[in-house]
């Protein structure tokens, strides 16, 4: 069970800077695509393979990562858990990392652990470095063409959901609570915590596999967090 650790203040600071890759091989279409449960199942498999990668970022992390990591994320109180004071009256915690709860239309409950968060006492930001390598017959494929101009690929909008805490809805629903890990990790609690995004895209010039599909993406993801504790609580 998913426990709670109230104080910090007994270990080594905060994280100032952060730099790791992260690395995903699989199949991601468009978010256009009609099957939209076949989006949120794609999206969660790729959180499910970050996963693996970031619980070893976070064992080899400064500080407070390394400890949570020691600890098996089982001493971490719940996103906006309520306090109750020696008066009686009651307010939302607003601790450091936390496990983000979300619960599908079907009853699952799920936990989420974001590595970029923002809280009462830290404020942490990333920039992305995106490598992507997919399937296509020309050169590019970043931007597409629609009736108000170009906007970005749905693929790489359906890749960075996928970096983040999902909502309720975006979840799908055949997923397996028993199977996923809990908490599981991701790299950010919410998109706006992205200070810049660099893409580069490269057709992939090696012959299909014989089980590769049609939306089959190689991404490399160079992460750089930074911030750290603000002294002050944040608006």
């Known amino acids: 069970m998913i426990g709670v650790l109230d104080r910090w203040e007994d270990l080594s600071s905060l994280v100032d800077e952060m730099k790791f890759s992260l690395q995903f091989k699989g199949s991601l279409h468009s978010d256009q695509s009609?099957?939209?449960?076949?989006?949120?199942?794609?999206?969660?498999?790729?959180?499910?393979?970050?996963?693996?990668?970031?619980?070893?970022?976070?064992?080899?992390?400064?500080?407070?990562?390394?400890?949570?990591?020691?600890?098996g994320f089982h001493y971490l109180p719940f996103r906006g858990q309520q306090i109750t004071g020696p008066d009686g009256r009651h307010w939302p915690q607003d601790p450091d990392w936390a496990i983000i709860k979300r619960t599908t239309p079907t009853g699952k409950d799920l936990y989420f652990l974001p590595t970029v968060i923002r809280a009462s006492r830290i404020s942490l930001v990333c920039e992305l470095d995106i490598r992507l390598f997919w399937r296509e017959?020309?050169?590019?494929?970043?931007?597409?063409?629609?009736?108000s101009g170009l906007d970005l690929d749905n693929r790489l909008t359906a890749l960075l959901d996928a970096l983040t805490v999902p909502n309720a809805n975006q979840l799908p629903d055949d997923i397996d609570s028993r199977m996923l890990p809990q908490p599981c990790l991701v790299l950010l609690e919410n998109d706006n915590l992205i200070v810049q995004v660099k893409i580069r895209a490269t057709p992939l010039v090696s012959e299909p596999a014989p089980s590769e599909g049609d939306a089959h993406i190689e991404a490399y993801i160079d992460v750089e967090?930074?911030?750290?504790?603000?002294?002050?609580?944040l608006e």
């Open 137 to 147: 017959r020309r050169q590019g494929g970043i931007f597409r063409s629609d009736e």
């Open 34 to 71: 009609k099957d939209s449960e076949r989006r949120k199942r794609e999206k969660q498999d790729i959180r499910e393979v970050l996963h693996k990668q970031l619980v070893r970022k976070w064992i080899g992390g400064p500080g407070r990562l390394a400890f949570i990591a020691g600890h």
């Open 225 to 233: 967090i930074s911030g750290g504790d603000l002294g002050e609580p």
